[in-house]
Antibody, heavy 119, light 107 residues
Framework: EVHLLESGGKLMKPGGSLRLSCAASGFNFNIFAMSWVRQAPGKGLEWVSGISGSGTGTYYRDSVKGRFTISRDNNKNILYLQMNSLRVEDTAIYYC????????????WGQGTLVTVSS | DIQMTQSPSSLSASVGDTVTITCRASQSISSYVNWYQQKPGKAPKLLISASSTLQNGVPSRFSGSGYGTDFTLTISSLQPEDFATYFCQQRYTAPESFGQGTKVDIK
């Protein structure tokens, strides 16, 4: 059974840095692309970043480009999101999600970790 | 960026009703639309991929259709466990984007 467990969310001040982790189990982690999707309190879903199975391809939404870095450790089965220069508008629950091998939607999600950015 | 406009934003329905949620893309996206269900305090759950492919384990009362710019999610014979928020998503091109959601609650 696929299991994704995010951690690292906390209360941060604007301008701070934080690293989120997502521990994966139950599948062959290194062949699946992964994504981070966030949801501000009471709002909709927003894709943040994605990474290929090998880690060589990384993708970001414009609002986080240059501030966030996605990476993965395929030996430890962990997905990361390094978040720098945090802004109030980055406040959200951050979900990691597993992509399918060939197209389609994210077929497994973690329970999410809350990042709050406030002065 | 491609905008996904979902409607309605909310609806009230009774158990046994059929409900339809629509999603319109700002440009043609072939059939690269997925649908998710989210219950309060929970992660989204993938229901339908590629406009109409039901995920394993999802009840057959859920169905999806559409191509190009207009897509629909239909729930036939609404059940108590279906009261939730539903999101469409396009993965035709980066950045992928979601509709704003449709909350289905009990009439």
């Amino acid at each position: 059974e696929v299991h994704l467990l995010e951690s690292g969310g906390k209360l941060m001040k604007p301008g701070g840095s934080l690293r989120l982790s997502c521990a994966a189990s139950g599948f062959n982690f290194n062949i699946f692309a992964m994504s981070w999707v966030r949801q501000a309190p009471g709002k909709g879903l927003e894709w943040v970043s994605g990474i290929s199975g090998s880690g060589t391809g990384t993708y970001y939404r414009d609002s986080v480009k240059g501030r966030f870095t996605i990476s993965r450790d395929n030996n430890k089965n962990i997905l990361y999101l390094q978040m720098n220069s945090l802004r109030v508008e980055d406040t959200a629950i951050y979900y990691c999600a597993k992509d399918p091998l060939e197209g389609g939607g994210a077929d497994s999600w973690g329970q999410g970790t809350l990042v709050t950015v406030s002065s | 960026d491609i905008q996904m406009t979902q409607s309605p934003s909310s609806l009230s329905a009774s158990v046994g009703d059929t409900v339809t949620i629509t999603c319109r893309a700002s440009q043609s996206i072939s059939s690269y639309v997925n649908w998710y269900q989210q219950k309060p305090g929970k992660a989204p759950k993938l229901l339908i991929s590629a406009s109409s492919t039901l995920q394993n384990g999802v009840p057959s009362r859920f169905s999806g259709s559409g191509y190009g710019t207009d897509f629909t999610l239909t729930i036939s014979s609404l059940q108590p466990e279906d009261f939730a928020t539903y999101f469409c998503q396009q993965r035709y091109t980066a950045p992928e984007s979601f509709g704003q959601g449709t909350k289905v609650d009990i009439k």
